[in-house]
C-alpha cells in the first residue's frame, strides 16, 4: 500500500528497476472520525474530534466516563507522546552514552537498551503497567486510531507508532507505485532486462510439501530434496545443495521434515506472533467523496476511522494519480480490519461483507448517498488465505523479539537450510523486512558456499 521515505533497500530496488518515476505520495492523514455513540452518531472532521478532545467536550467524554483528570484535554496523538517519553528518554541516554562511537552503533545500542527494558510488554500492559492509563484512554486511543493492535509487543508496536498518529504518519514520507505495488516483484521478473531476468528461473504453481535428505548417507553427501506439487497434480522433486524458505511460517508449517531444526527454530515457528487482516475494496461508478471532503473543507482524499466494523477506509490520493485522469471512477479501501475484527469480516460472505463495508461507508456519510454508485467489491480474507498460512503478517508478542530473532536470522540443517520472509527480519510488516531478511540469506549461502563467516 505504501512505502516510508526511510525504506531504502526497497527504495533502491524501486531505483533501479526505473520504477522512480511512479512514486507519488500517499495520503497518512486522517480527516474524519465516526464514532456511533457521539451526538447521534454525528461524523467529524479529525480536527473537530482533536478541538472537542482538548476542549473537554461533555458529549465526547461522555464515551469515555472514566479517564482520569489527567488524561483529559489531550489528544490521542499527545497522550501516546507522554505515555513513551520515559522510552524515547531512555534511548537518547543511551544513544548519548556511546561516545565517539559511528551513528549506527549508537542507534543499535540504544535499541537494545530498550528492548531490553520494554520487550517484555505488550502495547496494552505497557499502556496500563508502565503508563498508567485507564481502560477509557485505551478505549479512546483505540477508536481514535485505525491501526492499533494491542497484543503485539510493545517494542514492535513503538517502531511503526507513526501509523497511528496524524502528526507523525504525514511526516514518515509515505509514498505509493502508480501501477501498483507488484510493478517491483514483476520487475524481478521482466524478459526485458535480458540475463538479469529471473523469469525462467521461477516454477510457477509449485507448492513445496515436503523437504528433506537421506539422513543415512548425512547432510555433507546428498542434496536437499524439495518435493512440490505441480499444478498438473504431479508430484515433483528438486535437489539442490541450499534451500532458502522464504515463505511465513504459518505457511512453513503445513510443510513436512524429514528431520526437525534446532529447537529454538522450532518452537520460533510455532510460537511467533502473526497478525489477521481482512481488507474489503469498493469500486464506485464516481468519486463522490472528493465532494463530501472538499464541503468539510478536508482536501480531496485521506482517511476516515470509525467504530463500525470496517474500522478504517482509505480514500486514494486524487493529487498525482494517474489512475483518476480519465475517468471519475475509483477504488476505495473500504475497511482495513485487524485481529478480531477481521476475522469478523473474513467470516461472512463475499456478499454480506461486500454490503456491509458499503453500508457503513453510506452510515459515516450519508449525504453522498454512495450506496446507488457500488459497482464491484474485492477482499483480501488473510485467515482464510492457505498461502498466507491464515495470515497476514508477523508482529512480534511480548519478549518474542528478545527470545527468537536471533535463532530465526540463524542457519540449520548444518548450513543448508536459511530463513528469509519479513518474519527474519527488524522490519516486520514491511516489504522492507522481506528484502533485508532475503539480502541477509544471499551473505549466508555466499559464506556457507565459499566456507567463510557471514
Ligand atoms: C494487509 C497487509 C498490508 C501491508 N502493507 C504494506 C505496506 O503498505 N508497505 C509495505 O512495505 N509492506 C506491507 N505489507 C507487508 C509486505 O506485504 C510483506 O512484508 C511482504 O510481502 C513479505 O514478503 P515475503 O516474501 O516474506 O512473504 P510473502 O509476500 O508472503 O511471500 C511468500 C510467498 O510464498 C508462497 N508460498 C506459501 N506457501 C508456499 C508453499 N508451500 N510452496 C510454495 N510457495 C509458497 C506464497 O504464495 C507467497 O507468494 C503488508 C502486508 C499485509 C498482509
Known sequence: MRIPADHYLLRKYIKDFGLRSQLFDFEMENKFIYLSGYD???????????????GRDTKLLALFPNLREEEKGKTCDELFTEAVQVVVNEFWTAYDSLVGADESEKIKFAYQTITNSYD?????SFFMEVANWSLDAINLYDLGNAHVVFENGFIESWKDAFLSSNSAGSKAGLQQLQKGMD????????????KDSLIDNITFGARVKDIGFDEKLGFGQLPIRVGYDSPSGETLYVDSDYLILAIPYTAQRAITKSKAFAPKQEMAIRDVRYVEVTRVLLQY?????????????????????????????????????????NSKRGVVMAAYTFEQDATILGALSVRHRTRLAAE????????AKSLDLVEQSASQVF???????????????????????ETMCETDWEDRVFFAGEQASFTHGWIQGALEAGLRCVQQVYAAATNTVA
Open 383 to 405: 485467515p482464510a488465505d492457505e498461502l498466507a498460512g491464515g495470515s497476514a503478517f508477523c508482529y512480534f508478542g511480548p519478549c518474542q523479539k528478545s527470545e527468537y530473532l
Open 285 to 325: 461508478k464516481s468519486r463522490w467523496w472528493e465532494e463530501v471532503f472538499t464541503a468539510h473543507k478536508q482536501g480531496l482524499d485521506g482517511g476516515v476511522v470509525c467504530d463500525l466494523p470496517i474500522r478504517y477506509t482509505m480514500f486514494p490520493k486524487t493529487e498525482g494519480n494517474s489512475q483518476f485522469d
Open 183 to 194: 510493478q517491483v516483484p514483476l520487475a524481478f521478473i521482466d524478459p526485458n532486462r535480458g
Open 40 to 54: 447521534g452518531a454525528k461524523t467529524l472532521t479529525y480536527t473537530e474530534f482533536n478541538q472537542l478532545l482538548t
Open 120 to 124: 517484555k510488554y505488550s502495547l496494552r
Open 360 to 367: 457503513n461507508i453510506d452510515r459515516i456519510f450519508p449525504e
